[in-house]
């Protein structure tokens, strides 16, 4: 290890070291953009992906007078995901303001609630990559709103730091939040990088569920900020915790988790400070750079909110909106693994690449579930590696790859001729039936074109006939080749085979 040079030292520790040295203390803190139309106190559209600065109104821009509202189907589903997290809903719940100066608040403050949050005391059941369970407490999930978006110019990170200009998009201000804290993990030792993967994991896949929101970790609707502290092996007092944010997928959860474990340990051997603070991930290296010192509660000056009255949960609602409650993941899941027949490990699989809900969807359309597996973990697999996101991300819907299944079903498509549809979809070329027209990728049905190419074939083969004759019938694949290629990869092998089999005898 080399030695500290500065304050901020980003020096390693083995990670073996750090576990026989320290014992890691998590808190996961987890921001869910909810899917409403409307914003959470405003009338302005929540829509994803409009123009700059074009979703907005007096209330979400701060201006003097404008006054909010609370959307109620945002405190429904904020009901509806503390009832997912077995937490208690709170009959009476407030808004405070959390008061800070930044340019992705208009106002100055933000709408959140403090000491009195809609739902509390919960847990989420996961299970770890070997099947252990692991029950993760959840502390809160409490309503808040949205900042704005803040683009910088001119630097080399696209972070505050180095920047010439500063562009806000206020879109995004007063998007409803549900923001989900867990009580301090404890006693995770080497796997704490591994829990706090799986239980954002699972909590993505619940919220999912559940209908409220897309958990799209890629666009923002899913944020996860990790807190880690060390603290010497045989100790019970908290160390300094630092919190790591800008984390976007699940994989950089870990990474994440693991190199504060081992900067921190680092740290602390040489004798340097730890320092509350945030820090952002770096998704190129898995490391983490210094952010801004962290502010304490003390510091947000939080209090009541007097333009909005207090939420009133009475229990005959919060009733109504349990019954609403879809099928739990967990008991799909085990559901789904005895009827198709899988093993725990390919679950697991299946759950950890993300595939699970598209094969499911892909099945509901219509798709056998080998078919719609085969499709999702293989050809779409290597497609989102090649595009560098994850199979969410695809632009390819789950009645899409049901319909490149039932072309192939009904002899329209070869396999060969569907991978080249669905590269069509993936390029933006239309649905699936609009790829195949304009390429004109419909299987070759003429028997007399493609018994014409057998001819072909077989009279610029004689080497080849001699030997199927003797008894090689091996040798007929360059042949079908031959058929292939001759009709642009239109005719269907089975089909070419027979011609071929009935001419030779």
């Known amino acids: ?161 180095g920047a010439t200009a500063s562009l806000v998009d206020v879109n995004r201000a007063g998007i409803p939040l549900i923001e989900i804290v867990t009580k301090p993990i404890e006693g995770a030792g080497a796997r704490a990088p591994e829990v706090a993967r799986a239980y954002v994991t699972a909590l993505r896949e619940l919220v999912k569920a559940l209908g409220v929101s897309d958990v799209r970790m890629d666009q923002g609707s899913m944020r996860v900020d990790s807190n880690l502290s060390l603290r010497p092996i045989g100790t019970t007092e908290f160390g300094t915790r630092t919190e790591s944010k800008n984390i976007n997928s699940l994989k950089s959860v870990e990474q994440a988790v693991r190199f504060e474990m081992q900067r921190q340990a680092a740290c602390l051997v040489n004798g340097v400070e730890i320092v509350q603070e945030t820090r952002h991930y770096q998704e190129a290296d898995g490391t983490t750079a210094k952010g801004r010192p962290k502010e304490t509660m003390a510091d947000y000056r939080y209090f009541n909110d007097p333009d909005l009255p207090p939420v009133l949960a009475p229990a005959e609602w919060v009733e109504e909106i349990r019954a609403t409650l879809p099928e739990m993941p967990w008991i799909r899941r085990a559901r789904i693994q005895e009827e198709w027949g899988l093993k725990d490990e390919e679950m697991r699989d299946l759950v950890n690449a993300g595939a699970l809900d598209l094969i499911i969807a892909t099945v509901e359309a219509g798709a056998a579930p080998a078919e719609a597996r085969s499709w999702w973990v293989a050809y779409l697999a290597q497609k989102a590696n090649e595009a560098g996101t994850d199979l969410e991300g695809l632009p390819i819907a789950p009645a899409q790859v049901a319909r490149v299944v039932a072309l192939i079903k009904e002899g329209k498509l070869t396999n060969k001729l569907a991978r080249t549809a669905v590269d069509g979809v993936l390029a933006g070329e239309g649905d699936v039936d609009e790829v195949v027209a304009a390429r004109g990728l419909e299987v070759v049905r003429d028997d007399g074109a493609i018994e014409q190419a057998v001819d072909d074939a077989l009279a610029a083969n004689p080497d080849i006939v001699e030997k199927y004759r003797a008894g090689n019938t091996k040798v007929t694949g360059a042949i079908v080749g031959q058929v292939m290629k001759a009709t642009r990869g239109k005719a269907d092998p089975a089909q070419v085979n027979k011609i071929i089999a009935a001419k030779l005898g």
Not at 127 to 141: F, H, N, Q, S, Y
């Open 1 to 161: 290890m080399t030695a500290v040079v500065n304050d901020y030292s980003d020096d390693v520790m083995d990670f073996d070291e750090v576990l026989e040295r320290f014992d890691p203390v998590m808190g996961m803190e987890v921001h869910v953009e909810l899917l409403t139309k409307s914003k959470m106190f405003s009338t302005s559209s929540a829509e994803f992906g409009e123009a700059p600065n074009s979703n907005v109104d007096p209330v979400c821009l701060g201006l003097p007078g404008a006054l909010p509202v609370v959307n109620r189907q945002g405190v429904e589903w904020a009901i509806k995901i503390g009832l997912a997290l077995n937490c208690e809903i709170a009959p009476y719940s407030r808004f405070a303001r959390k008061n800070y100066f930044y340019p992705d608040q208009p106002k100055n403050y933000q709408i959140s609630q403090y000491d009195e949050p809609i739902a509390h005391d919960g847990y989420l059941d996961i299970v770890l990559d070997d099947g252990t369970p692991w029950r993760i407490e959840i502390e809160r999930a409490h309503m808040e709103e949205d900042t704005a978006k803040l683009t910088h110019l001119g630097g080399a990170t696209g972070r505050i730091h």
